[in-house]
T-cell receptor
Framework: DQQVKQNSPSLSVQEGRISILNCDYT??????FLWYKKYPAEGPTFLIS?????DKNEDGRFTVFLNKSAKHLSLHIVPSQPGDSAVYFC????????????FGRGTSLIVHP | KAGVTQTPRYLIKTRGQQVTLSCSPI?????VSWYQQTPGQGLQFLFE???????NKGNFPGRFSGRQFSNSRSEMNVSTLELGDSALYLC?????????????FGQGTRLTVV
């Protein structure tokens, strides 16, 4: 049973345009969410996070939106750059639990020049 | 400062053998977590160690085990290897493993079972 779902295995975007990566979760206990980026042959690196007390968090070109009622979050990258091409993992934690993040299966983003 | 170091980077083993992977966390980090990544499966949590104690465990068979030493370095062991154990094994360290504490990943060990 997948508690964190990234339903789009891949996404292709033109350089300069917006990339929107989506993530859905089923466990209502999740209250902290993270996005990681992974390049081939490297480990994932932390990108941005959001607590359930917020509905938006912004860091430069990256913005994460959280819709708690829909159990949905999205990562927006504006403008997209070729260097953003990577696999993006959504992860969720429950502060009342073990804090161990549950990861989605990832979305491979390709940004074309 | 040095990042998370995993050794070896690549490993080929035969079915039925056992394997030990090593992870050296960032200095000062006491929490070490292990993940298995297979194609299309995302990162699946194996276990987490904090101060030499296994604090959390994922849903993997007993063939997968681990330990943490007093210097926070961690090892994971897989016994009686199966073809399905072929994967990228990732280690992540953080100061406390608590919420809002960023985890830093190593480059992983690519295990191939033939």
């Amino acid at each position: 049973d997948q508690q964190v779902k990234q339903n789009s295995p891949s996404l292709s975007v033109q350089e300069g345009r917006i990339s929107i990566l989506n993530c859905d979760y089923t466990n209502s206990m999740f209250d902290y969410f993270l996005w990681y980026k992974k390049y081939p042959a490297e480990g994932p690196t932390f990108l941005i996070s959001i607590s359930s007390i917020k509905d938006k968090n912004e860091d430069g070109r990256f913005t994460v939106f959280l819709n708690k009622s829909a159990k949905h979050l999205s990562l927006h990258i504006v403008p997209s750059q070729p260097g953003d091409s990577a696999v993006y993992f959504c992860a969720a934690c429950a502060s009342g639990g073990s804090y161990i993040p549950t990861f989605g299966r990832g979305t491979s983003l390709i940004v074309h020049p | 400062k040095a990042g998370v170091t995993q050794t070896p980077r690549y490993l080929i083993k035969t079915r039925g053998q056992q394997v030990t992977l090593s992870c050296s966390p960032i200095s000062g980090h006491r929490s070490v977590s292990w993940y298995q990544q297979t194609p299309g499966q995302g990162l699946q949590f194996l276990f987490e160690y904090f101060s030499e104690t296994q604090r959390n465990k994922g849903n993997f068979p007993g063939r997968f085990s681990g330990r943490q030493f007093s210097n926070s370095r961690s090892e994971m062991n897989v016994s009686t290897l199966e073809l399905g154990d072929s994967a990228l094994y990732l280690c992540a360290s953080s100061r406390s493993g608590q919420l809002n504490t960023e985890a830093f990943f190593g480059q992983g060990t690519r295990l191939t079972v033939v």
